[in-house]
């Protein structure tokens, strides 16, 4: 197990700097100068050539690319990422600033998800081809379906617009975090719900139930104690695995909802061309798309004794 | 067979729910009126409560935007609506009879935010700093304390925008304790510590910042006791915000126009919102590849100009909130061609006419014309931002269609745009006619129409020996009326050739909620005046 | 066949067939069904609510929606075909190569996926597209860029098996080349789970297309692209809500559409996953 851990933190390692050495590249490699984008947003008219140079310069963006990219490595392996060149604030204290909001967002996404998939999944396995279960899984193919932003556009025109019942943009209260949490909960719901359906059905045909059910258990005692608990550990690892994609889809709902997230922040300096903040954020994100597969890994072993990762087994 | 027929069934009559209760929503506008109506009452009834207090919807956030800057901060100079330099915190100004030496008389009992006096030697610290990556820093020989409040500049060689450039938000007087470190010319501002009518006391990033009044305010004191700046990003969400009451003027955060022109006819219906409407005199405009073909031809620059009906865009794009432009820029600056009287107004005929002496016809009948066998077929360049260009060029795209030309449309992120545009790899390209407290219109030493300027050079604009020679006569002389002589001769020159088609004038839009009184718009388009805000 | 057989009795699937086919048709001959010119100006005519000359209104120039949304049809499907096969050209190609050669080449290769991988793929799209700058061919080339790896990985794994398999050995001990045990042996057998993952795929870059176009990285105007039109719709949201719905409409039909024959897909060819989850 430990040696496990190793060798994935290793492979961890190797793969946080391939990751940020392609994000350096990706950002040498594009067209259009940052400065330009930049000067103009700040200054509001077109920058001249020697505030365009002075730019470069205070930003070591003439050094051939070999310095540039080693001075980019040195610097993230002293946990820096740069300052940003729009708010000349360091792109870590930028993330940690924005990223309370992200995460409450991300929560509460989970959460409605996990309030929806979970009990309809375990239904409509139980009744199997019923009405429910036929409804449940149209739903929840609509729920993939649809574009999230579109979705996020549908709440605000009847549930802000029309009804006026909740804010369409802002942070801050309960009320705020409604609309964005169940627009990118749906997108969550659906492949969870029928996961969480699949896993149940599949549980439930195992032997180990028919044989408590032949010790004379109750229907309740198996159910839970014996399909629900096993029927949940592929669900909690595609739960983990999701974490990644949460922050990749509270991009775009973050942008409708005009969230002060990690996302909203990104697509921002993505616009801006804010150089350090797009390599410092795609780097973050990696980071923990990375540390929770990992931890899902792990918790699998813990989850599900059958699982031993000592022994490599080819997936 | 039972379980696929029953889900064939559950998914039409999903599927009809659904789509009938879009389309209830779609058609229903009357509901909706109503609902927002008892959503504002609530929302006002509350807001009322607090005195003399103004939600303002930015779409930046408030360190990230001049506009908020300029409650906070002030500069030495100021600039009227017309470009004239006017007194801030120089009080008087006096100019050598060679125009090279500045003497600056500070106002007094002018005090910062953190109690630091404002004086010759801050004066000189400001100057100093910006004077780092200034344009004129070339120029000025040496910074002078003749007393407490007396500071002379000294160029060695005459620079005509001084009095702009310390007038602009590059130029804000900073207090030196808000420096890290302190009084370095090299430092960073920490603090927003300036003396301006408004202190920042309150601020969160990307959500708000608090503004309370500066009680030793040197000039008249606000009646606004505390400002809250909102950042809005969407400027749709701006409006229902407005509308709810959750905010009470929106606009005035951005430069641009930040209220799409098309939404202010309904908000000028709604009875608790007011609209305001202010031209800073910066026109859209399409520049055009002069060095390129066809557009080497004056006969066919001035054919796009005739040939588009700025009139019908301005109605249909922009509920004619706004002024169609035929000139290039406004003739109301104190350098505008206000000496040119006919403009390039609407005449598809005229336009035709030109085309065909500059030898392009339809001559197999596809619609669109050819020359020499090529069909005219050219390309515009749309850099993303620039205000309302998604809708302008697709209208500009029509309009050519009728002429003959086919015109295709290039969208670009703006560092990657302007490098087409530095390289010459375009034919038209959007672009505007420039605000103070530059010189607008092109005509000026940092003008794109001036090809030795090196600072804002735009090698294929229109350039010409003659209009180079105009330009530095009227911008080497202190000399008031010599230079509008030579101005003169120059737009007679400039506007001749055609060297871009003016579009209109992009105004900036305010809106707030009736409670909002005395909102007055400040002289550029950098700034916010909340002087005589009340709210009753 | 069985394939076929197996399809024929999923209605779902087949309902997804019909409609697919159905878009597919509109998306050939979109020039000589739609009513208007979608590219047209009316600006008489601007924001009508729908009506019987323009059954789905008009957009804020005045261009008739419903043609739009047809040629957008056209714009959405050939866009993810042509993003579907740059991915599986490039998959197959590069999963070959690392599960046949094996050794460094495939360590290389599988290094780099697993960086790939460590990327939430929206965001690196979003990132590569944003960069780019908006245009169409650069959302194509920035879903190609990082669609792939899931399918080299496949690929691989699929090779790696067949090459074991003795008519491989076989060949190979014949004195075949690399390049024709390659295209006569492994291709065929590698193509299959392939183009079901590709199946599978479309609605997933569907909707991809169609949210970077809608942060305006994809489609420019005036082309009539989903996403695109959704996004220029936004601001008359209140005002002319038909500019938002009908084209969001038309994106969830045709992924619901690839969603339901995706999922007839996998169950005939995995009948343990009959009740399957979505992945």
Known sequence: MKKFIAR???????????????????????????????????????????????????????????????????????????????????????FIDRFPATFELASASMLIAVLIAIPVGILSALKQNSMLDHISRLVSLLGVSMPNFWLGLLLILFFSLKLGWFPCFGYGTLSHLVLP??????????????????????????????????????????????????????????????????????????????????????????????????????????????????????????????????????? | MVFENKFIKCTIIVGLILISSMMMGCLDNSDQESASSSVQTDATTEVQQVDQMVMVGAQKDFKVAYEGRSLVFETLMG????????????????????????????????????GTPFNAKVAKFALDMYMKKASYRDYVDRLEIIDDHTLRVIFNEYYDTFLLDIASDSSKVVSPLAVEPEWDLDGKIVEYVGTGPFKLVDYKKDQEAVLVRNDDYWGNNPKLEKVIWKTVPDPYTQIIALKAGELDIIGVGEHHSSIPYIELAKLEENPDIEVMIQSFGRYQVIEFNCQKEPFTDKRVRSAFNYGIDRELMVRTLFADVTEPSYVITAPWFKWGPGNIEEGYSYNPEKAKQLLAE???????????????????????????????????????????????????????????????????????????????????????????????????????????????ELIETAFSTPDEVLQRETLDEAWVLLHDEAPCIPLYDIVKPVAFRNKVHGFTFPATMFETNMQDIEIR | MSLYLELKKDKPAMLGIVIIIFFGSIAVF??????????????????????????????????????????GTRVSLSMSVAVVTVVMVLGITIGTAAGYFGGLVDDVIMRVV??????????????????????????????????????????????????????????????????????????????????????????????????????????????????????????????????????????????????????????????????????
């Open chain 1, 8 to 94: 994935r933190l290793a492979i961890a390692v190797i793969v946080m700097l391939g990751a940020s050495l392609l994000s350096f590249l990706l950002l040498y490699l594009a067209p259009g100068n940052p400065a330009h984008a930049i000067l103009t947003a700040q200054l509001g008219h077109d920058p001249s050539l020697e505030e365009v140079a002075f730019f470069m310069a205070k930003h070591d963006l003439n050094n051939p690319f070999l310095v540039q990219c080693s001075q980019w490595l040195y610097m993230i392996t002293h946990v820096n990422l740069g300052m940003s060149f729009r708010t000349g604030e360091p792109v870590l204290v930028e």
């Open chain 1, 181 to 315: 949490a169940i627009t990118l909960g749906t997108g969550l719901a659906a492949p969870l719900m029928r996961l969480m359906r699949a896993s149940m059905l599949e549980v439930l045909r195992q032997d180990y139930i028919r044989t408590a059910r032949s010790k004379g258990l109750s229907e309740q005692v198996v159910m839970w104690k014996h399909g629900f608990k096993n029927a949940l550990i592929p669900v909690i690892t595609h739960m983990g695995m999701q974490i990644g994609h949460l922050l990749a889809g509270a991009v775009i709902v973050e942008t409708i909802f005009a969230w002060p997230g990690v996302g909203k922040f990104l697509v921002d300096a993505i616009y801006a061309r804010d150089y350090p903040v797009i390599q410092g954020f795609v780097l973050i994100i990696a980071l923990f798309f990375v540390l929770s597969n990992l931890a899902v890994d792990i918790l699998y072993t813990y989850l599900d004794p059958r699982i031993r990762y000592d022994v490599e087994n080819g997936k």
């Open chain 2, 79 to 114: 600039v009227d609506k017309y470009g004239n330099p006017v007194p801030k915190l120089v009080e008087s100004w006096d100019v050598s009879e060679d125009g090279k030496i500045y003497t600056f008389h500070l106002r007094k009992g002018v005090v910062f935010h953190d």
């Open chain 2, 358 to 468: 500059a030898g392009w016809e339809d001559i197999d009948g596809d619609g669109i014309l050819e020359k020499n066998g090529k069909p005219f077929v050219c390309e515009l360049i749309v850099p993303v931002g620039e205000a309302n260009a998604d809708v302008v060029s697709v209208f500009l795209q029509a309009e050519l269609k009728k002429l003959g030309v086919k015109m295709d449309i290039l969208t670009l992120e703006s560092g990657a745009a302007g490098d087409k545009k530095s390289a010459g790899e375009y034919d038209m390209y959007v672009h505007h006619s420039g605000c103070l407290p530059s010189i607008p219109g092109g005509v000026s030493s940092g003008g794109k129409y001036y090809s030795k300027n090196t600072n804002w050079a735009w090698e294929y604009a229109y350039h010409s020996d003659e209009l180079d």
């Open chain 3, 30 to 71: 979109a020039p000589y069904i739609v009513p208007h010119d979608p590219l047209e100006l009316n600006l008489e005519e601007r924001l009508l609510s729908p009506t019987v000359d323009h059954p789905m209104g008009t957009d804020n120039l005045g261009r008739d929606v419903l043609s739009r949304v047809i040629y």
């Open chain 3, 114 to 279: 697993d960086v790939l991988l460590a990327f939430p793929s929206i965001i690196l799209a979003l990132v590569i597209a944003g960069l780019l700058g908006p245009s169409l061919t650069n959302v194509m080339i920035a879903l190609g860029a990082i669609w792939w790896v899931s399918y080299s990985r496949i690929v691989r794994g699929s090779v790696l098996s067949i090459k074991e398999k003795e008519f491989v050995e076989a060949a190979r001990a014949m004195g075949c080349s690399d390049v024709y045990i390659v295209r006569r042996h492994i291709l065929p057998n590698v193509l299959s789970p392939v183009i079901v993952l590709a199946t599978l795929d479309m609605g997933h870059i569907i909707l991809s297309i169609a949210a970077l176009s809608f942060l305006g990285l994809g489609a420019q105007p005036p082309v009539p692209e989903w996403g695109t039109m959704l996004n220029e719709g936004r601001p008359f949201m209140e005002t002319a809500p038909h500019l938002m719905i009908f084209p969001g409409l038309m994106i969830m039909i045709t992924v619901l559409a690839f969603n339901f024959l995706g999922d007839g897909l996998r169950d005939a060819l995995d009948p343990r996953m009959k009740e399957g989850a979505i992945k």
